[in-house]
């Protein structure tokens, strides 16, 4: 595991869009992994400005979305699928063909649920997962108490993530189920970058980092994983900084 610090969020952010569009350079038919949330933005703004200045190209790119809300139709603009339309899909030259985003509405959750494992599986396995963390230490939608086993399925979110996400319902409540990848999907992938950016986060990354490992702070189950790489900004990254940090 290695953290790189930067002393601001959007170094931190386009620090972690140059090494995707490092890795997509060397792999034009990457599979990638993808977050959506505030802290994915400026992220995706940097590959679509590395994308209009002719550097990389997403033509032969595989996606898969980490979660979606159950409930929310594609097209609503609050849905995964919409923000990652709007802020990557429909402004580079992906085959929207290939970005797959959990179905919100998916009539049998555990089918889709297995046949979004599937699909992973038959493209090979994911390269290389971007990932945010959660206030309460989740990755993807796996809250605190999600078994570091498990699979793509539906959870309940807890009331800490429906405060933080209001931000985008304006104020009012998000959807209270989501369908996620489970941290055994995530672990799964060859390659894990966290970003974590602003002092929201810094409890979060400390109790990653450097507390016990155990369900209680989900993404400590990335230190199980031996290509994980953390992109902190100076708020972000305060409360590591210095300490030596073991992987187990
Ligand atoms: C989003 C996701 C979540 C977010 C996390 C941070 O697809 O899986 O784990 O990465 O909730 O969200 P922001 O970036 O909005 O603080």
Not at 92 to 105: E, H, S
Not at 185 to 194: A, C, D, G, Q
Not at 214 to 232: D, K, M
């Amino acid at each position: 595991m290695s953290i790189n610090h930067f002393p601001t969020t959007i170094a931190a952010a386009h620090a972690v869009a140059d090494r995707i569009a490092e890795r997509l350079k060397a792999k034009p038919s990457i599979v990638l992994g993808l977050a959506t949330g505030a802290t994915m933005e400026p992220v995706y703004e940097r590959l679509v400005a590395l994308h209009r200045a002719g550097e990389i190209s997403f033509a032969r790119v595989t996606s898969f979305n980490l979660d979606e809300y159950v409930g929310l139709p594609p097209e609503d603009p609050r849905s995964y699928r919409s923000t990652m339309d709007s802020q990557l899909f429909d402004l580079v030259d992906i085959d929207k063909a290939r970005t797959f985003v959990p179905d919100g509405l998916a009539a049998d959750t555990s089918a889709f649920a297995s046949r979004y494992e599937a699909m992973m599986r038959e493209a090979g396995g994911i390269d290389l997962q971007l990932l945010g963390i959660g206030r309460n230490g989740h990755i993807g939608f796996n809250e605190p108490g999600a078994d570091f086993a498990a699979r793509t399925r539906v959870v309940d979110l807890e009331a800490s993530t429906l405060e933080a996400n209001s931000a985008f319902f304006d104020g009012k409540l998000p959807p209270t189920k989501a369908m996620t990848m489970g941290i055994g999907t995530i672990l799964e992938s060859r390659e894990i970058i966290v970003l974590a950016t602003g002092a929201t986060k810094r409890e979060a990354v400390r109790a990653a980092l450097t507390g016990p490992i155990g369900p209680e702070c989900p993404a400590t189950a990335l230190r199980r994983h031996a290509n994980v790489t953390w992109w902190l900004d100076a708020e972000s990254g305060a409360g590591v900084a210095g300490e030596s940090l073991a992987a187990e």
